[in-house]
């Protein structure tokens, strides 16, 4: 018979005492917990002649410490249980391939005796999946990170795969794991359409940072309640607070929890991400992104690169190695100026995490203007999509910028997280601005208009705008 500790344990402010009587109130607690449990009567060693217990509060104590062992192994045994499932699939994140509609890279962990993991996938379906014969199973490639943070050494696997050559406007159904080690849920995903004048919805978020799962996620979660369609997310860097601390990206993986697997995201790194120069392996652990950043220059992988849809090429710079490294800043602003000219696409939208206009008024990035700046003026890049000066800022800058105005680029600071920095005075770049705030934003294009509303964490819309593009350039509505 199966003994519950835990109805012994109720009882042991009755069986604790130093000395018990014969009070119909403790013989009635001490028979019903005999009779419930099917225990024998008392011995007569327990008894005496007026039915009182004897102090034998030695005996009592270690019944006390057995019982108080036996639930904490019953504890451990429950938690034991709770850790066998480590083969399955984790922090599972989606990217965008180079054309954003066509593909998406799969990115998970898994434990490091796990060695072969697959990607099965096919078209959503409203019905039971019963019948797997029209899904499609691809191998994983895995690697091996070694991180050293704080005199600790930990040794992460992660499996990445791409699926592309899907259909621009469907819905697909995936998920990843093995039939040996176990699979993930099933997760779907929506790639946009392919006609150019189709609408394209992406949330853009600022620093998440710091207190990602106590403060942050409400403000992820929000920004997915109010776009559940967007195409993509934009992290415009410094996702967590130490790079190389993974604990605070099991955090951001918490926050945001299906909607990574759901949405793809396009990050930029921030200077936190980084312990200089080296930018932290877990990012590439983590995520996936194209490889047509400038060539022949590994440590710009996964910082610089750009993703196309129908009507739109999204572009992302490495902010931390442009603002300290003067060779690695020459690099990519040849490498952009290729990327703005070798294109088609009617919008472009530029990502870097150090602004090239700070918000806060001991910062400013002259590097930043002086590499690129003339660039982006001249190739007609739209909007700048910004972070790492904690408080939001937007502005209109005409050619050269000399005065904010109605027509020009569009900068734009933001920020996602609690960590919050005032404002500066004689900020003369800005001409809407918030501090203090959690914020998302969410963007559409379509056709000939970009239309921007940023909202707080709580869902109330902060500030709102639309560039429509003519002839003679963007105009500020």
Known sequence: MKFDVRKLYKILPVMMRQRVDGSPRNMKAMTCFRHRNRLPERPRLFRRADNSWQRFSGL???????VLGLVFLNGCHSSAVLMQDTTSPRRIMINPLE??????????????????????????????????????????????????????????????????D????????????????????????????????SALTFIYLGDPQNDLKSQW?????QAYATAPDASFLLYAGDLVNRGYNDREWRDWYEAGDFIHRMIPSIMTPGNHEYEYPDLTPLWRTNFTFPGNGPEGYGELYGACYYIDYPAVRVISLDGTTSEKDEHLRSVQAEWLEK?????????????????????????????????????????????????????????????GARRPGR???????????????????????????????????????????????????????SDEFTLKKTPQGNVLQ
Do not use: C
Not at 60 to 66: L, R, S
Not at 172 to 193: A, C, H, N, T
């Open 60 to 66: 009592f104590m270690v019944m006390k410490i057995v």
């Open 99 to 164: 054309s954003g509609n066509t593909g998406v890279a799969i990115t998970w962990r898994n434990a490091l005796d796990v060695q072969d993991n697959f990607v099965q996938f096919g078209i959503a379906h409203p019905h039971p999946l019963n019948d797997l014969s029209g899904f499609r199973r691809q191998k994983a490639d895995s690697r091996l990170d070694t991180i050293n943070y704080k005199g600790t050494t930990a040794v992460y696997k992660s499996f990445r795969t791409n699926i592309s």
């Open 166 to 197: 899907l259909q621009p406007g469907q819905e697909y159904l995936y998920r990843v794991g093995s039939d040996s080690k176990g699979w993930s849920e099933w997760i779907q995903f929506d790639l946009p359409e392919a006609h150019p004048d």
């Open 217 to 221: 996620s409400r403000t992820v979660r």
């Open 339 to 399: 990327v703005l000219k070798n294109t088609d696409k009617k919008w472009t939208v530029l990502t870097l995490h150090q602004p090239f206009y700070s918000t806060k008024e001991t910062r400013d990035n002259p590097q930043i203007r002086d590499a690129y700046r003339s660039l982006i003026e001249q190739h007609g890049v739209d909007i700048v999509l910004q972070g790492h000066d904690h408080a939001y800022g937007r502005g209109m800058l005409d050619e």
């Open 407 to 461: 027509t020009g680029i569009m900068y734009v600071v933001s920020v996602s997280g609690p960590k919050m920095y005032e404002i500066g005075e004689g900020k003369n770049w800005i001409q809407q601005q918030r501090g203090n705030t959690q914020l998302y934003q969410v963007v559409t294009i379509r056709d000939n208009q970009l239309n921007f509303k940023s909202y707080t964490a709580t869902g109330e819309q």
